[in-house]
């Protein structure tokens, strides 16, 4: 651009104005927007306030969609770890099964035999199915009864038969039939011929993996199929993504259910207990004096109460009738015992507050108590209230857990986490989805509180403020 | 000192005090008697057991007797274990809780101390990342999982040896209580471990620690001496309360262990309204968190000469 470019006239107008380039300073922010802003930067806290709105969605729309009964067994799938969803063949209601008796066979032996034969021709009769497996075998000469075994592990000779399942006392009978607890996996059956007081030293062993299956009436009772279902039809069984506990209730639904009162003691007992000792605190802190001594004295008193004495006894000391699950009395005994650490946190606030320059600025300008309280003290004690609130939250969660686990807290059969993890505990070895999955769920609640509080300390500490500024 | 120290226990005896009051009330509060669960078919039975016990007479005259046996260091009889003095399942029991819990302490002191600092000195890089995550873990992850995963590892350890390298529960030697304290201590080396990092952080930017860099001392020196000793001063003050919390509190560890230890004494008399052993165990447990509140205070003071003053 030149400067030699003729001037005109409107060169000497006033430049057009605008709002923003009078602007000297930044927008100003509240202490709140501040704090908000650099919540949003910590990608931790962040994502922990997701995890506990996700949670809190599992537990209030949760049941809506998975509508399960907490409650009902399937006792087709009892400890079931979880799996895709499975099938089941319809059989026919159960016929009582006559083992086959062989009529041109003695069923005693003449004399005590010094040896026997192996079974031989030991076969399955009809479908091995889950309801029943039928086993066959041609008689053994001189046998006076025949011992029948079951194992899941293959036997090594004589070693390992597994559960014994039937002794018969005749030689002439040769069926048997299987109706124990079975399930879709291989089984190997075992039989020993006997002179009818003495097992031998022979066996004969065969695999058989019975398919799932269920009669026709438990599946019309079940709301799986209807009355109109043929036998050998294959319908789905109840579907259970978290698999079933050991009395063959759907975990996810428990785990919906008992969200309901692990988080409402979780959330509701330090949201009480926490307002209580923010009024106490408070209180105690703006009086100070005799009343600020006798009121902390109380409050030191009701800490030193040995814990798990004390919640015990107001559980016993409400009465907890039959069927009542116990979740009341322990909201009450939570408020009951944790307030004072609130209160001597927000007393301690309250007293530093109150000595501040702005507080006796806003006196000297005529402000009264109750505009200094809710205008100045209060909001600065916020703070550090939301962060005592956050870290209560799993301290009250774990609290739930630890009663419930030694079977002081919820009583079944309304689930709670804990309560869930006491019985988890007990099949660990054996089916550790059982502990897995309510242990799992705690330590993902806690550990969202506790980032968000970790969060929440760092953007509401007012050094913090001014250092990365 | 010696004033200081007088009257700190003095308001430590009047607070124990004030705990046995309120317990001896809140535990006769309660519907039903520890006779509920005795074979007293007959009135009469009932009658003489009562007698014996001192129950037949008016409450406040029980709270008198109960008071004066208390000042002479005698708990009584247990209701439920015949001929057993609470005094007896005290010294029985709590020696064990007092081990496991003195260890685990020790491992969740000396663990948090060492974690904290090193997260400290590798600050955001790779050390203090994972650290930090298992410390998450540590405080998230509840304590009777920790107990049941540790007794899985045991399990599992062993078969894969062939033989018995830990025993999986029980008590008796100094193996039996390797595991179970190392369980116990976790949650609390998690905790100390972010108090440490926090606090060696905070102790980072102050004026001694560059005074100390401008004289010229040595860098394990200003490590050792002025920054780790200022900031350990944070931790010692929650170990107090966290020493009687972990010898008092480790009864799922004492459960999942099969460990012979007082909490379960303590819970299995609540359960049964055992009213001597409750009493028992109670001001024992409340003299032992006052006592140990007031010696970290006091250890405190020889760390700390500041707090001396007071």
Redesign the interface.
């Known amino acids: 651009m030149s400067l030699e470019r003729p001037l005109t006239e409107p060169d000497f107008s006033p430049a057009p104005g605008s709002a923003a380039a009078e602007q000297l300073t930044r927008p100003s922010l509240s202490f709140w927007q501040d704090a908000w802003r650099r919540l949003k930067s910590n990608t931790r806290a962040i994502i922990s306030l997701y995890l506990i709105i996700g949670l809190a969605f599992f537990t209030l729309a949760g049941p809506l969609l998975w509508t399960q009964d907490p409650a009902a067994q399937d006792l087709d799938q009892i400890s079931q770890a979880p799996a895709l969803p499975k099938t089941a063949r319809l059989v026919a209601d159960y016929q009582p099964f006559t083992a086959p008796i062989v009529a041109d066979h003695p069923s005693e032996p003449e004399d005590y035999p010094d040896e026997l034969a192996a079974v031989a021709e030991l076969s399955v009769l009809g479908a091995a199915t889950t309801q029943s497996v039928k086993l066959i075998w041609a008689p053994v000469d001189q046998a006076g009864g025949y011992s029948i075994y079951r194992s899941e592990r293959k036997p090594e000779g004589l070693l390992g038969l597994g559960l014994p399942l039937e002794t018969v006392n005749a030689g002439n009978i040769v069926g048997f039939e299987d109706r124990l607890n079975l399930k879709s996996q291989p089984y190997y059956y075992s039989i020993v011929p006997t002179d009818g007081f003495d097992e031998f030293d022979v066996v004969t062993t065969i695999k058989v993996e019975p398919e799932q299956s269920i009669t026709i009436s438990q599946a019309v009772l079940q709301g799986l199929a209807t009355p109109d279902d043929l036998p050998g039809q294959v319908i789905p069984l109840a579907f259970h993504p978290f698999g079933t506990d050991y009395l063959g209730r759907d975990i996810l639904a428990r785990l919906m259910q008992g969200a309901r009162v692990s988080l409402f003691i979780g959330v509701v007992a330090p949201l009480i207990y926490v307002l209580f000792g923010v009024f106490y605190g408070g209180f105690a802190g703006y009086l100070g004096g005799k009343i600020d001594q006798i009121l902390m004295r109380f409050a ?2 009701v800490v ?3 814990f ?3 919640m ?2 107001f559980k ?2 409400f ?1 907890i009738g039959p069927g009542e699950s116990g979740v009341m009395p322990m909201l009450v005994a939570l408020i009951l015992l944790l307030w004072p650490a609130t209160a001597r946190l927000v007393r301690g606030q309250v007293l530093k507050i109150r000595e501040q320059g702005y507080i006796e600025a806003a006196r000297l300008l005529g402000g009264g108590s109750s505009y200094l309280i809710l205008r100045h003290i209060i909001p600065n004690t916020m703070g550090v209230i939301l962060v005592t609130l956050t870290f209560a939250v ?1 301290s009250a969660i ?1 609290t739930e ?2 009663l419930s ?2 079977g ?1 807290g919820v009583a079944p059969p309304t689930p709670s986490w ?1 309560s869930m ?2 019985e988890g ?1 007990k099949t ?2 054996s089916h550790p989805h059982e ?1 897995f999955f309510p ?1 799992l769920f ?3 609640t ?2 969202a509180f ?2 968000l509080g970790d969060g929440l300390t760092e953007a509401l500490d007012s050094k913090m403020r001014t250092r990365d500024q | 000192m010696l004033r200081y120290t007088l009257g700190r226990l003095l308001s430590g005896v009047i607070t124990v005090w004030f705990i046995a009051t309120a317990t001896f009330l809140a535990m006769h509060a309660v519907p039903g008697d520890p006779l509920m669960n005795e074979k007293a078919t007959t009135p009469e039975i009932r009658q003489n057991l009562s007698k014996k016990y001192g129950l037949d007479r008016p409450l406040p005259e029980q709270y008198v007797i109960f008071l004066s046996n208390m000042a002479q260091g005698d708990f009584g009889l247990s209701f439920t274990q015949q001929n057993r003095r609470v005094n007896d399942i005290i010294r029985d029991h709590f020696p064990v809780s007092a081990a496991l819990g003195v260890l685990a302490i020790a491992f969740a002191a000396a663990g948090g101390i060492l974690w904290g600092a090193l997260t400290a000195l590798y600050r955001n890089r790779l050390p203090d990342v994972i650290i930090m995550f298992l410390v998450i873990l540590g405080i998230s992850v509840p304590s009777f999982v920790f107990a049941a995963l540790g007794q899985l590892a045991l399990v599992n350890l062993n078969q894969w040896s062939g033989t018995s390298i830990l025993p999986v529960a029980g008590w008796g030697t100094l193996s039996h209580m390797l595991v179970p304290s190392l369980v116990l201590g976790l949650g609390t080396m998690a905790l100390l471990t972010r108090l440490m990092r926090s606090s060696m952080l905070e102790v980072v930017n102050e004026d001694y620690i560059k005074t100390a860099k401008a004289k010229g001392l040595s860098a394990p020196r200003i490590f050792f001496k002025h920054q780790l000793r200022n900031a350990i001063l944070p931790v010692i003050t929650v170990l107090g309360p966290q020493i009687a919390a972990i010898t008092t509190g480790g009864f799922v560890v004492e459960l999942v262990f099969a460990i012979p230890g007082l909490g379960r004494y303590f819970v299995q008399a609540v359960q049964q309204l055992d009213y001597t052993v409750i009493m028992g165990t109670t001001v024992f447990y409340g003299a032992f968190l006052v006592l140990m509140v007031i010696i970290v205070d006091i250890i405190y003071g020889f760390i700390d000469p500041r707090v001396r003053l007071k």
Do not use: K, T, Y
Request: aromatic fraction near 14%; hydrophobic fraction near 75%; glycine fraction near 6%.
């Open positions: 030191d008193f030193a109460l040995p798990l004495l004390f015990i006894l016993i000391a009465g799993p774990f857990a630890f686990f030694i002081m804990g993890c006491n505990v660990m070895l502990l242990a705690i330590s993902i806690v550990l506790n980032l």
